[in-house]
Nanobody, 126 residues
Framework: QVQLVESGGGLVQAGGSLRLSCAAS????????TGWFRQAPGKEREFVAA????????DNADSVKGRFTISRDNAKNTVYLQMNSLKPEDTAVYYC???????????????????WGQGTQVTVSS
């Protein structure tokens, strides 16, 4: 079973950058598609970005297009989320999630993911 641990969150001023990392345990991680989600207080968990198991396909939510980039290094069992031009509305707990090849459902929906990390807080001050 794959386990995920996020890191890299913190406090940053608006316009700044952060890079989140999602380190996975388990030799089968390279066969999992991976996504980043976020959840602000009082709001539902929302899709941020996703990447295929090979890294050949990526997708971002409209709210972060042009600012966030998802990537992965399967040799290091790690997925990254580079976040630039951060805005106060990006403040949330960010979660890494993985879905196996047999998972069903749209990759933008949290319920289509099998494994979740514990989350890392990102706070953007104005």
């Amino acid at each position: 079973q794959v386990q995920l641990v996020e890191s890299g969150g913190g406090l940053v001023q608006a316009g700044g950058s952060l890079r989140l990392s999602c380190a996975a345990s388990g030799r089968t991680f390279s066969s999992y598609a991976t996504g980043w989600f976020r959840q602000a207080p009082g709001k539902e968990r929302e899709f941020v970005a996703a990447i295929s198991w090979s890294g050949g396909r990526t997708d971002n939510a409209d709210s972060v297009k042009g600012r966030f980039t998802i990537s992965r290094d399967n040799a290091k069992n790690t997925v990254y989320l580079q976040m630039n031009s951060l805005k106060p509305e990006d403040t949330a707990v960010y979660y890494c999630a993985a879905r196996s090849r047999s998972a069903s459902g749209t990759y933008t929906l949290p319920q289509s993911y099998n494994v979740w990390g514990q989350g890392t807080q990102v706070t953007v001050s104005s």
